[in-house]
């Protein structure tokens, strides 16, 4: 006769602890997870850690990445479901577009591969905070994922930082521009009488003009920056002149502006191009600026064009103090000055940065070499034509 199947005795909870085997696997295991985040702590310092498995759960997150995604500890983001997580924090990326469905790792675990990217993340605990998240994809030993691992930077204060500086320079460029050309007109009108007024008062007139001319420059350089920063670059218009007549008449004008130097001319070519005359007059000009300001007062400034198939070359040489290595790297950054001449004589420096960015409009290069006996050279590659797309 068949005998009924017989249930196994139920095991006392209790005895599942008998000897200590229970507590002291438990143990070995927040051992590991402790040994885990210090090793985290040392490799990402303050980023976050996020681990999810095949299925988009959370299997893993340290105390920065628990933060940002608005729960108080890790443990209670691992406890907390995925739909209550979602529908508590608030996702955007950088064009307001909304990604509140899925944490960051999910898209690599269908298969999207690596990303790195900017969100906004929302949640009622932390309020709105910017984080760089870069995930990547867990494989077995045949390929298949089976997990993603995402590490989350908080950039909020960067960002916040960066946006004041741009909107700060915008907002008072346009502000200012309008008074100081005001200021910088009507000083040129009073200096154009100059024979009708006082020695003394001619004299202010033109430290007025100069310091206004100065200023309104200096103003146009902040725009720039902004335009270059806030807009994707400096805008440039492109038309068909003469490099070499261009060339002549931009260095007629800086011999004029800077009548105490000497600023001559090697080589003009006749060459069609295809430029923004008005952006490589303020390339040369930035160059020749700098030259005058950082060159041997004894010596030129000596500005040539040279032609290579498609390309032009544009230099700038001064006799000098060498430049260092190290200058020369963060020399086209915003903000970099030379440190060879005195306070009062040094702008913002924006220059070379301006510089760079309106050859970079026109699709070319610019380098510098410094050496002590062979002085300073700034070099500009521009092409003849606008590049394709």
């Known amino acids: 006769m068949h005998e009924p199947d017989q249930k196994p005795a139920a095991v006392p909870y209790r005895a599942l602890f008998e000897g200590g085997k229970a507590a002291s696997a438990f143990e070995q295991l927040r051992q590991t997870r402790q040994q885990v985040d210090s090793i985290l702590q040392v490799v990402v310092g303050d980023d976050g850690v996020l681990v999810q498995d095949f299925s988009g759960r959370i299997a893993y997150a340290n105390g920065p990445a628990a933060t940002m ?66 995930t990547s994809a867990m494989r077995d030993d045949q390929g298949l994922i089976v997990s993603s691992v995402t590490v989350l930077r908080d950039v909020t204060d960067a960002r916040r930082t960066a946006d004041f500086r ?12 309008g008074p100081l050309s005001a200021i910088a007109m009507g000083a040129a009108g009073i200096a154009r009488r100059s024979e009708t007024l006082d020695p003394v008062v001619a004299k202010l007139v033109l430290l007025i003009q100069s310091s206004a001319d100065k200023a309104v420059r200096m103003v146009h350089d902040l725009l720039d920056l902004a335009q270059a920063r806030l807009g994707g670059g400096i805008p440039v218009s492109l038309r068909e002149i003469d490099a070499g ?17 000497d600023i001559v001319i090697r080589s003009t070519p006749a060459r069609t191009v295809h430029w923004d005359p008005d952006r490589i007059s303020q390339v040369v000009a930035n160059l020749v600026a700098n030259a005058v300001t950082y060159g041997d007062a004894d010596r030129p400034v000596t500005v040539a064009m040279l032609e290579a198939q498609e390309q032009v070359a544009i230099t700038v040489h001064n006799h000098g103090p060498e430049i260092g290595a190290e200058q020369i ?61």
């Open 69 to 134: 995604l608005g729960a108080a500890t890790p443990e209670q983001l691992l406890r907390m479901p995925r739909d209550q997580l979602l529908a508590t924090l608030v996702i955007r990326d950088e064009e307001g577009n909304d990604h509140s469905g899925e944490l960051p790792g999910t898209s690599v675990l269908q298969g999207a591969g690596t990303s790195e990217r900017t969100l906004q993340f929302i949640s009622a605990a932390r309020g709105e905070r910017w984080v760089r998240v870069r």
């Open 166 to 177: 741009e909107n700060l320079l915008g907002i008072a460029s346009h502000d200012l521009r």
């Open 245 to 261: 007549a261009l060339l002549a008449s931009i260095v007629d004008e800086l011999s004029a502006i800077h009548p105490e130097r």
């Open 329 to 389: 790297e963060r020399m086209f950054q915003p903000f970099v000055r030379g440190s060879q001449v005195g306070r009062h004589q040094r702008s913002v420096g924006l220059g070379l940065y301006i510089v760079k960015e309106i050859v970079a409009a026109h699709g070319g290069t610019v380098s510098v070499a410094s050496a002590r006996e062979a002085g300073t050279r700034f070099t500009v590659h521009l092409p003849t034509k606008p590049n394709p797309g």
